[in-house]
């Protein structure tokens, strides 16, 4: 079993950046398709990024393109999310995910295709 603890979030203006971090313990994440997804109260949670255990084979919604990076250093154990030009509608609680995997170019887009998850990071964007 592997843990997941995000660090990162806080609050930024729009336009600012932040960088999310994803750290993994008890098990190496090097196995492990690895995601992003955030959350708003009442919604369902959101698709915003995945790397496959191969690093270079990402996958992004249009809402984020351009603007999110993921990456990986499995030798670290940590995921990352590199957050460029926000906007208030980033505002959400930000959720790693890993989804134990014997693909190495996979890339999941669904919640139910993780195995496991982290307890989250709050990101608020100001106007």
């Known amino acids: 079993q592997v843990q997941l603890v995000e660090s990162g979030g806080g609050l930024v203006q729009a336009g600012g950046s932040l960088r999310l971090s994803c750290t993994a313990s008890g098990r190496s994440l090097s196995s492990y398709a690895m995601g992003w997804f955030r959350q708003v109260p009442g919604n369902q949670r959101e698709f915003v990024a995945a790397?496959?255990?191969?690093?270079?084979?990402?996958d992004y919604p249009d809402s984020v393109k351009g603007r999110f990076t993921i990456s990986r250093d499995n030798a670290k154990n940590t995921v990352y999310l590199q957050m460029n030009w926000l906007k208030p509608e980033d505002t959400a609680v930000y959720y790693c995910a890993g989804d134990f995997t014997e693909y190495i170019l996979r890339t999941p887009r669904e919640t139910w295709e993780y195995d496991y998850w982290g307890q989250g990071t709050q990101v608020t964007v100001s106007s």
């Open positions: 790397i496959s255990r191969k690093e270079g084979y990402t």
